[in-house]
C-alpha cells in the first residue's frame, strides 16, 4: 500500500495545501516611501546634550567579557573539584 505512493503524488498533495493556506488578500510587506518632514528630521538629528551618555556602552562591553571570563573559570575549576572527588 505503502508502495504505490508515489513521491510526485506526496509532493503535489502538499503543494495543493500549501496554496490553500495563502491568505485570499495579499497586501505588500512594504509600505510607501514617504520623505520625512522637518519635525521628523530634526528628531532623529544627533542630540549634543546626550553624547556624554553614550560612552557606557564600550564600558559595558567590557564588564560583559570580564563576566564571561569569569564564569568560564569557576566553571573549569567546580569541574575539576569534581572530578578530584570521583
Known amino acids: 500500500m505503502a508502495g504505490s505512493l508515489s513521491k510526485s503524488s ?6 495543493f495545501h500549501s496554496q490553500k493556506a495563502e491568505p485570499v488578500l495579499h497586501l505588500p510587506h512594504r509600505g ?4 520625512l518632514g ?12 546626550l553624547k556624554k ?4 556602552k564600550n564600558t559595558v562591553k567590557r564588564v560583559s567579557k570580564i563576566g564571561d571570563v569569569l564564569t568560564v573559570i569557576v566553571v573549569a575549576d567546580l569541574y575539576r573539584i569534581a572530578a578530584a572527588m570521583c
Do not use: Q
Open 32 to 35: 510607501y516611501h514617504i520623505e
Open 10 to 15: 506526496l509532493f503535489s498533495g502538499l503543494r
Open 38 to 49: 522637518a519635525r521628523e528630521k530634526a528628531l532623529l538629528e544627533e542630540d549634543p546634550a
Open 53 to 56: 551618555f553614550k560612552s557606557y
